[in-house]
């Protein structure tokens, strides 16, 4: 196995001292232009890399950001995931990811692990059930951006989507296509996402002089099991809703199928609208109307919120909120007489 090259090597390749490569590597301003494109040029030729860790004894930092993600088998949260890597790769910094599988414990460990694991600083995505999740961040010393899911009681700087625009665009949308009878399959109430979708639901009902109403609401799993069963309890009432506002996308398409199983179609006898705009959606026969959440600029804008609190930035604003945006495909369609 070739021998790791060193600080030491550059500096005696190049006939300069160590203290001299070392300032060259940090970027140092007061080093001539000769020596440091000579030090610059020697660091090419050997193949020389700083070493993580040593550089993170010297800068107190480790150019490494920690997130913990609720679910990894959700889409949605995946490509968050994914669009974040490549945001903190661009940015000189390295993904450090904790998949706490929408459990408790497992968060509650992973950001304490996560913290103690030489990471700059933390994105953080609350687990669906979360009740403590406050309580345990404020254990972290380093900094803490929770995006998505803000837990609860929790104060510090934070990046999710407005979810009351996120149901006020689907409700909307619906009551323009003459529906009136709207039902909601609403996610966990103790995720405040959940929440704020169906608050948005019941304003939406109140400003459109809507009387129907019919909620379920799902465990603490977002997915198409959750959809489905939840679904057929609609499916089971005397009066059946013309369209259905779903909390998210794996929701709607579960329920997509219960419908289909049930001897209905979509859109003809029920219209489905879902949120995410995760990417199956649009494949699905019909396609999926859905409310699309700015993943990429929601990662974008945790790291860059993380990284000025990383560098003692004080930010003007630490809570960042972005708009959704409402996606017509043909799940959903004028209501019938």
């Not at 639901?201 to 019919?214: D, I, K, M, N, P």
């Not at 198409?224 to 998210?248: C, T, V």
């Not at 199983?261 to 019909?286: H, M, T």
Request: glycine share 6%; net charge negative; aromatic share 6%.
């Amino acid at each position: 196995m070739p021998r790791r090259v060193t600080l030491h090597d550059v500096a005696n390749y190049a006939e300069v001292s160590v203290t001299t490569v070392s300032n060259v590597v940090r970027d140092w301003p007061y080093i001539s232009a000769e020596t440091r494109e000579k030090v610059q040029r020697t660091i090419q030729e050997l193949g020389y890399t700083p070493h993580p860790i040593a550089q993170g004894l010297r800068t107190g930092l480790t150019q490494v950001i920690g997130f913990i993600a609720p679910s990894l088998a959700d889409p949605y949260f995946a490509s968050m995931v994914s669009v974040a890597e490549d945001v903190a790769r661009q940015r000189g910094y390295s993904l450090l990811v904790f998949n706490t599988c929408e459990d408790e414990g497992r968060e509650a460990e992973s950001i304490r692990r996560a913290s103690q694991r030489w990471v700059d600083g933390l994105l953080m995505a609350q687990v669906a059930a979360g009740k403590n999740t406050t309580d345990v961040v404020a254990e972290v010393s380093v900094p803490v951006v929770a995006i998505d899911r803000i837990p609860d009681g929790f104060t510090g700087p934070s990046c999710r989507v407005d979810n009351s625009r996120v149901g006020e665009l689907a409700m909307r949308h619906l009551y323009e296509l003459n529906h009136r009878k709207i039902a909601h399959l609403a996610g966990p109430p103790t995720a405040r996402p959940a929440r704020e979708r169906l608050e948005a639901y019941q304003v939406a009902r109140s400003l459109f002089g809507l009387t129907y109403e019919r909620i379920v609401f799902v465990s603490s799993v977002w997915d198409y099991h959750e959809g489905y069963r939840a679904m057929q309890q609609i499916l089971g009432d005397d009066l059946l809703p013309s369209a259905i506002f779903a909390s998210n996308d794996r929701m709607a398409i579960g329920a997509s199928h219960a419908i289909r199983d049930r001897g209905l179609r979509v859109p003809d006898d029920i219209s489905l609208v879902g949120v995410d705009d995760i990417d199956v959606g649009a494949y699905l026969n019909p396609p999926l109307t859905t409310v699309h959440q700015p993943i990429e600029d929601m990662a974008r804008s945790g790291i860059d919120l993380l990284l000025r609190l990383v560098k003692n930035e004080v930010p003007d604003d630490i809570h960042w909120v972005l708009q959704p945006s409402l996606i017509v495909r043909q799940s959903s369609q004028v209501a019938r007489p």
